[in-house]
């Protein structure tokens, strides 16, 4: 039987995912087997300087991750943080920092989400100096790359590429909610390197409880985390936070207190409990 944190006990809770979170919806991971960065090509499209020298490529290559990630539903881990920030009582905060720029957290519920790499619904001007943006281009999925109707200059997804900065206003709203987060919890992402390895040293200096939720357990010399629990997301969050209880099939009961998952493991950080 897992442990159930009580959301309750904490006032500022600030919760980082990963591509981990999103695998249950069918969405591949960047860097593992058969993860994205893997194929061929990929890596050559997503950095700044192919939007300036094959724009068209870019949006092409990005089109056909809109189409796949246009198909995937969030699964019981993306609900069980969305529930959890709907159960929050007032005065309370749930800030959900993420790495996905699937949009499955705003799909599940979330409000309170920073996407720290950009979305992959939004559209954006390629020109630094143009500030057109179009929010939510779901439908608008064609391989063939449009023009800015600002100043003529192609358009491009409105993320971040390698040899790109994180967008400023994220950053800063991410490392404001960590300087005084009493419970951080990263999810589906390695503890090991940026951003969790450096959230996690912010929310130590806070005074955090930190936790970790991943498949791959942290490496046995980390003391970063308090605790770290191993297993799917979609099988351990929800029964961890108690906020939903789900069927084998995925499908959600409503509210409970005893889900638990067999295969599953927890650990427990030697010497730094609370
Ligand atoms: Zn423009």
């Known amino acids: 039987m897992l442990p159930r944190i009580n959301l309750q006990d904490f006032s500022r809770i600030v919760v980082l995912t990963g591509a981990g979170i999103s695998v249950a919806s069918g969405l591949s991971t960047y860097r593992g087997p058969g993860g994205l960065w893997t194929r061929d090509g990929a890596l050559s499209y997503a950095t700044a300087e192919a939007v300036q020298s094959d724009p068209e490529g870019v949006w092409r290559f990005f089109s056909d991750r809109r189409q796949g990630i246009g198909r995937a539903q969030p699964n019981p881990a993306h609900l069980a943080l969305a529930s959890a920030e709907r159960l929050l009582k007032p005065g309370r905060s749930l ?42 281009d779901l439908t608008r999925i064609d391989p063939a790359c449009p023009t800015c109707p600002q100043c003529g200059a192609w358009l491009r997804p409105d993320v971040v590429l390698f ?72 099988t351990l969050l929800p029964a961890l936070l108690g906020t939903i209880r789900v069927r084998p099939d995925g499908s ?19 010497g730094m409990i609370h």
Request: with cysteine; charged share 25%; hydrophobic share 35%.
């Open 95 to 136: 800030t959900l920092i993420t790495q996905n720029v699937d949009g499955l957290h705003r799909l599940a519920g979330s409000t309170n989400v920073i996407e720290l790499h950009g979305s992959l619904w939004r559209t954006r001007c390629s020109a630094n100096a143009c500030d057109f943006r179009r929010d939510e």
């Open 163 to 234: 040899q790109e900065p994180l967008p400023g206003a994220a950053e800063y709203v991410a490392k404001r909610s960590l300087r005084d987060c009493d419970l951080f919890l990263a999810i589906g992402t390695s503890g090991t390197v940026s951003p969790a390895s450096r959230f996690v040293r912010s929310a130590l200096f806070a005074g955090a409880r930190t936790l970790y939720l991943n498949i791959e357990p942290l490496h046995e010399d980390d003391r970063l985390f308090h605790q770290q629990f191993i297993g799917p997301a979609e």
């Open 252 to 270: 959600e009961l409503g509210p409970g207190r005893n889900a638990s998952s067999r295969a599953t493991r927890h650990h427990l950080t030697k």
